[in-house]
């Protein structure tokens, strides 16, 4: 039998190549490679970087799919399932939006892989998909092996993707990790990352736990960066701000090698931490008292910031910024609110009739940073141009030297000279994706309904 996996692009203008700047490996790829039975041929496309050859025969097609390539998903799904291959959909978008994808696919998997994949590999041998594989409770991590052999000759950065936990306990209104893993973390056994970090050390400078909260179980991740004491690797994770206040941690995080952590502040507003569930953010002195922690242990800060929400006005972005450049943050991100299907805040636009376009991955109107709801404080229009202001006066030259120079981000030499590499690529990055479309533009004709 043969398997082809695709991890679809968001999109692509006509006659051009997808934007290339942050190409890292494809995990959940790797991870449903590693996954399927050993007499399986596996084959690998990255929409991102190859074309996808819909020609080449295969048995079985399976595409991850996110709210942001949903769109491209569902051409390519169209694109073999005209040639007659059976398709199937999962990820976080099917989890969140199974209807949707289940009218462009076979099959779809709900929730986590682990333990359905096997399942449905038999059930296509056997020419007997069924239409839904749902997973509700959290499998167990301990047997994840990502097959990584796929990535060979394709050119990913040098950085070693590799999960240690999955999920968070927090329950922010926006974010999509709450609804699929119901707010809930597993971990996987400790010995099991540290073998595969040794696998991986000798081509890779940098490592990135992809974990959505690294710190959601503190106990556990404590125990965890002892193990990474002696393997001397660079890393860099996210986490919630409540490790920042745990001296213990911050010695820890440090001793193992952690190079930076990115942490959703997301507003300088408490009323808006409130109103997304986030008012742990202010615990202990807040947001400079957590960052002088972070600064006096030299760990590096990529802050990232939302706008649009009821209490932000056209005044909340030059004081969030001033604030960012203050705080001398490694990188920032200022995004603006984004409505994902599924979320509590999706259902509180969908209640107040302030969603712009009913479902705007779908939508031909919407484009990459277009405002998808209504906001209280301004215009969508003033959303999207201040939050690109935003960026610009962040990764102005005078704003990169300013940070450069501060003593946390200039404290190790590998990765102050990749301030500026990183720096550099946000400020190019800054208006490129704007107005980029959902789905490949020069694709034609219909997509094709399953069902
Ligand atoms: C690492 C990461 C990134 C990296 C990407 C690294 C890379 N390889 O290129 C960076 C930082 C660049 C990034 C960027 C963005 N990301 Co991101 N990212 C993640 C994160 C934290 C981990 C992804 C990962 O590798 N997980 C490990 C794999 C193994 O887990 P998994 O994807 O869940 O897969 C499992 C199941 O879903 C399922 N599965 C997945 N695919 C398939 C396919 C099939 C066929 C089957 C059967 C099963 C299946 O099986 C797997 C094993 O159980 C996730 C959160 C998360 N927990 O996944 C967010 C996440 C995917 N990102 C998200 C978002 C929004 C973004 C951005 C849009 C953010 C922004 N504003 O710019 C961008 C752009 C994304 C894009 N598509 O281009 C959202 C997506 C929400 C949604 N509704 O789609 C997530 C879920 C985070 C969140 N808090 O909501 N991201």
């Known amino acids: 039998m043969r398997l082809t996996i695709i991890h679809p692009c968001i999109g692509r203008k006509p006659g051009q190549k997808y934007i290339r700047t942050w190409q890292m490996e494809a995990l959940p790829a790797a991870t449903l490679a590693g996954l399927t039975p050993k007499d399986v041929e596996v084959r690998f496309y990255d929409d991102r970087m190859e074309m996808i050859p819909f020609d080449e025969s295969t048995d079985l097609v399976a595409i991850s799919v996110e709210t942001y390539t949903a769109k491209r998903a569902y051409q390519i799904a169209t694109e073999f399932r005209k040639r007659k291959v059976p398709v199937v959909m999962g990820g976080f978008h099917a989890s969140l939006c199974p209807d949707e994808v289940a009218q462009y696919a076979e099959a779809v998997v709900c929730g986590e892989a682990e333990l359905l ?118 890393w860099v994770s996210q986490s919630s701000i409540n490790a920042a206040h745990d001296e213990e941690f911050l010695e820890l995080l440090v001793r193992s090698g952690c190079q930076g952590v990115l942490i959703g502040f997301e507003s300088l507003n408490p009323e808006n931490l409130k109103d997304m569930n986030k008012s742990f953010n202010m615990m202990r002195g807040g947001f400079e008292k957590a960052l002088a922690n972070l600064r006096r242990h030299r760990i590096r800060v990529y802050g990232t910031f ?146």
């Open 117 to 234: 994949w096997p399942r449905v590999i038999d059930d296509a041998r056997h020419g007997r998909l069924e239409k839904f594989y749902r997973q509700s409770d959290r499998p167990s991590l301990a047997e994840l092996k990502p097959d990584r052999s796929i990535f060979r000759g394709k050119n990913y950065l040098p950085i070693g993707l590799i999960e240690s936990g999955r999920g968070c306990h927090f329950k922010c209104d926006f974010c999509a990790v709450q609804t699929v893993f119901g707010a809930t973390q597993t971990r996987r056994p400790i010995d099991r990352i540290v073998a595969e970090i040794q696998a991986m050390k000798r081509d890779r400078k940098l490592f990135f736990f992809v974990d959505d909260n690294i710190t959601s179980n503190l106990a556990e991740a404590k125990e965890f960066f002892r193990a990474l004491i002696p393997l001397r690797i660079r």
């Open 306 to 451: 939302i706008f649009g929400y009821d209490r932000d006005t056209v005044d909340s972005f030059s004081a969030t910024v001033k604030f960012a450049r203050d705080q001398s943050l490694y990188i920032a991100a200022f995004n603006h609110l984004t409505p994902f299907p599924g979320t509590p805040l999706y259902t509180r636009l969908q209640r107040e009739g302030r969603l712009l376009y009913e479902r705007w991955w779908l939508d031909e109107r919407y484009s990459y940073n277009r405002i998808p709801f209504q906001p209280r404080g301004m215009e969508p229009e003033a959303l999207q141009q201040n939050c690109l202001g935003a960026r610009r006066e962040f990764y102005s030259w005078r704003s990169i030297a300013q940070r450069g120079f501060a003593p946390v981000n200039r404290s190790d030499w590998f990765m102050w000279r990749n301030f500026y590499l990183i720096n550099a690529l946000h400020r190019n990055d800054v208006s490129l994706r704007d107005h980029y479309p959902l789905g490949d533009e020069s694709w034609q004709g219909q997509l094709l309904n399953a069902n």
